[in-house]
């Protein structure tokens, strides 16, 4: 029995030298001069037995810079589910002829998707052909009122507007809402480098005023910016001869929605369906009706597309839902006849009211009498006592019924698209830092939870789940999801309870593998490489100017699982130096524990 006293006792000791040892060289790692006037907080914890085995200022409040994103996708898994999947919907408001004309709009809605490519809207614009769309008499017309307005977050840097990192937000997005800018050099010294746009697409301008340059040329580069609130990119700089092409970057578009309107009648002309009108923006909302939501059967389901097949020759369309006009009378949907020399067209923009008057249906004049609709009870939108009428056939397998009517004016829905499952979005979140995709998650969040598709109902509905998390919430301030705003506030401790918090969830291993892991792949691909840490760190970087931020796991050398947490605020060093000073705080843990 003394034995065994003796025994436990010198164990005890030996864990306390080992304890203050470990404490003592983490204090002399972190005592640079770059970091005296700055604030560093840590805490590193046992995630089997709970023990806080490092602590630096725990509790101080800091800017996290991008770890905010480990907040958003841990609640996002939560309170939306590792299968909840964002649409991309495309509807046809008229009657589809035989021939495959239609008499009136097609209008592609955005869901939320920030996922979706040129190749998603490869597939709608295949859909709507094999639907029976050879010919779109009016518009195309961009719907995003799933979500709000808002552009950029609160506290955002007017400086980072023009560059992909920092693309404006909108529920009805395509490639990120940017574009990628490469250049190579020209067949002739002097001349201006050959530069082109992925995707390529007429809908951003570039200014050319680069030049090519003889081989071995010193100072070369090529750099680029865009003109602010205009969607034109200017290039600058020299290639020299010889040269391969050179990606020089991303850059945000002006009015993402209508970006994504262009992109798609690039895709439907490709697949054979001309759209004779413009591009312009849907003034009638699509409400909340449960038959635009998508329904349980759905989700999970890649194959969950609502194409309709065509009707059999000299029968009526299986997507006709408006009839036609009678002979000699105008069609309700029928085209804007162009004014006459001298008069005012019908689509003309409305002046403002003067003072103390209505804006009489703000800057635009009201679409549905433009294009000679009934009017309806609340004009814009459809009136809200209209009777849903739904088709008499069964519905399709995943329940969104084929036709949706109102009042006299029908909609039919002619395609969707899916995004990848949510467990596989909460990766492109983390592993690449992506800011837009974090930001529409949390917006999300507000429409699907609130109702609210806004930044500040998805907020409220991130703080509760914090709260239900065990995070101290006076230490959480939150006004964005991406951390792109220095307003935010949390501290290291609470990053650490979140991380033990999903440590514990049926979700662990999906956060888990979303995660950049060191010497690996996303922002930790060169971090650490060739190390015994590679592979065995999971973990969310997070960089601004003078914000160096890393929260996540690491497995130890003597397979220890560890949550950790190291923000750095207001240091004067490169950021550089900020990351190598975590990569040896890392390498110490993994060594000593």
């Known amino acids: 029995m003394h034995r065994v006293s003796a025994s436990f006792a010198f164990f005890l000791v030996l864990s306390a030298l080992h304890a203050q040892s470990l404490q003592a060289e983490i204090d002399a790692l972190l005592n640079v001069e770059w970091l005296r006037y700055g604030y560093c907080g840590v805490v590193v914890r046992d995630l089997q037995t709970g023990e806080t085995l490092y602590t630096r200022d725990a509790e101080r409040v800091l800017i996290p810079a991008s770890n905010m994103k480990l907040l958003v996708s841990a609640a996002a898994l939560h309170r939306l589910g590792p299968d909840y999947r964002f649409r991309t919907r495309v509807w046809m408001r008229g009657t589809l002829l035989p021939d495959g004309t239609l008499q009136g709009d097609l209008i592609l809605q955005g869901l939320g998707d920030a996922t979706l490519e040129m190749r998603g809207l490869e597939t709608l614009a295949q859909q709507v052909r094999q639907a029976g769309v050879q010919r779109v008499q009016g518009y195309l017309l961009y719907d995003d009122s799933w979500l709000d307005a808002e552009r950029y977050g609160f506290g955002w840097s007017s400086d980072d507007e023009p560059f992909g990192y920092q693309a404006q937000m909108s529920a009805l997005c395509a490639e990120r809402n940017a574009v990628r800018l490469y250049a190579k050099p020209a067949t002739q010294v002097g001349e201006p480098a050959q530069l082109r746009l992925e995707p390529a697409t007429d809908y951003v301008e570039l200014v050319n005023r680069t030049r090519t340059v003889e081989r071995g040329a010193a100072n070369t580069g090529i750099r680029a910016t865009r003109t602010r609130a205009r969607n034109q990119i200017i290039v600058e700089g020299t290639i020299p001869m010889g040269s391969e092409e050179v990606f020089v970057g991303r850059y945000s578009v002006e009015n993402p929605s209508r970006y994504a309107a262009h992109l798609f ?161 909460v990766a492109l979140i983390n592993k690449p830092s992506d800011n837009l995709l974090t930001e529409i998650m949390l917006k999300t969040l507000g429409k699907e939870v609130r109702g609210a598709g806004t930044t500040a109902a998805g907020v409220q509905v991130l703080r509760e789940f914090l709260q239900s998390a065990g995070l101290e919430m006076g230490a959480v301030h939150i006004v964005d999801g991406s951390g792109l705003s220095r307003i935010n506030g949390v501290s290291p401790e609470n990053f650490v309870r979140l991380l033990e918090y999903m440590h514990r969830s049926p979700h662990a291993e999906v956060f888990r593998e979303s995660l950049p892991v060191y010497g690996v792949d996303g922002t930790l691909r060169n971090r650490l490489r060739g190390t015994p840490v590679q592979g065995n760190g999971y973990a969310k970087t997070g960089s601004l100017n003078r914000v160096s931020s890393l929260s996540g796991y690491l497995r130890t050398k003597s397979g220890r699982w560890l949550a950790f947490s190291i923000i750095m605020n207001a240091y004067n060093a490169p950021a550089s130096d900020t990351r190598a000073l975590q990569d040896k705080l890392v390498q110490i843990l993994w060594e000593r524990l």
């Open 265 to 425: 009648r690039q895709a439907l002309q490709a697949a054979g369906v001309v759209v004779e009108r413009g591009i312009v923006p849907n003034l009638w909302k699509f409400d909340d009706h449960p038959l635009l939501k998508v329904p349980p059967a759905s989700r999970g389901n890649q194959a969950a597309h609502s194409t309709v097949p065509l009707a059999k020759r000299g029968e009526p369309h299986a997507l006709q839902s408006v009839p036609l006009a009678k002979r000699g009378e105008p069609h309700a949907l029928q085209s804007v006849p162009l004014a006459k020399r001298g008069e005012p067209h019908a689509l003309q923009s409305v002046p403002l009211a003067k003072r103390g008057e209505p804006a009489g249906g703000g800057q635009f004049v009201n679409f549905n009498r433009a294009v000679g609709l009934t009017r309806q009870t609340h004009n814009p939108l459809w009136s809200a006592e209209a009777k849903l009428q739904r088709p008499a056939q069964a519905p399709l397998p995943h329940a969104i019924p084929a036709v949706w009517k109102r009042g006299d004016a029908g909609v039919t829905l002619l395609a969707e698209h899916l995004s990848p499952p949510l467990r596989e979005v």
